[in-house]
Nanobody, 118 residues
Framework: VQLVESGGGLVQPGGSLRLSCAAS????????MSWYRRTPGKERELVAT????????SLVDSVKGRFTISRDNAKNTVYLQMNNLKPEDTAVYYC????????????WGQGTQVTVSS
C-alpha cells in the first residue's frame, strides 16, 4: 500500500497550489479520502474529506471558499486545490485513506510541506 503526496512548496500569500496523492495497493474507489495537516506544536487537523464516489465533500471552516477536494478514481488520485493561501495554511499536508467495514482499514502518506510566506 502506498499513498504518495506531491505538489507542496513555497508560495506567497494569495497564491495557489494543487496537492496530489497517488494511491496504489488497495481498492482506491472504495475508500473515503481525506487531507490532514499538522504544524509544529499543534494537533493534526482534518482539512477536507471526499466520499468514495466523489459526490460528497466536506471542508474545515477555515478553508471553505478557498480549498477544493476532488478525486479521479480512474487514476487512483485525490487532489487538494488550494487558492488564496494564507500564512496560517503553512503545514505538512497528509493524505489519508480510510474504509470501515467489519474492521478499519486506514493508510497515510508521508506528507508534503506547504509554506505560505512572502
Amino acid at each position: 500500500v502506498q499513498l504518495v503526496e506531491s505538489g507542496g512548496g513555497l508560495v506567497q500569500p494569495g497564491g495557489s497550489l494543487r496537492l496530489s496523492c497517488a494511491a496504489s495497493g488497495f481498492t482506491f474507489s472504495s475508500f473515503v479520502m481525506s487531507w490532514y495537516r499538522r504544524t509544529p506544536g499543534k494537533e493534526r487537523e482534518l482539512v477536507a474529506t471526499i466520499t468514495p464516489s466523489g459526490i460528497s465533500t466536506s471542508l474545515v471552516d477555515s478553508v471553505k471558499g478557498r480549498f477544493t477536494i476532488s478525486r479521479d478514481n480512474a487514476k487512483n488520485t485525490v487532489y487538494l486545490q488550494m487558492n488564496n493561501l494564507k500564512p496560517e495554511d503553512t503545514a505538512v499536508y497528509y493524505c489519508n485513506a480510510k474504509l470501515s467495514v467489519f474492521r478499519v482499514y486506514e493508510y497515510w502518506g508521508q506528507g508534503t510541506q506547504v509554506t505560505v510566506s512572502s
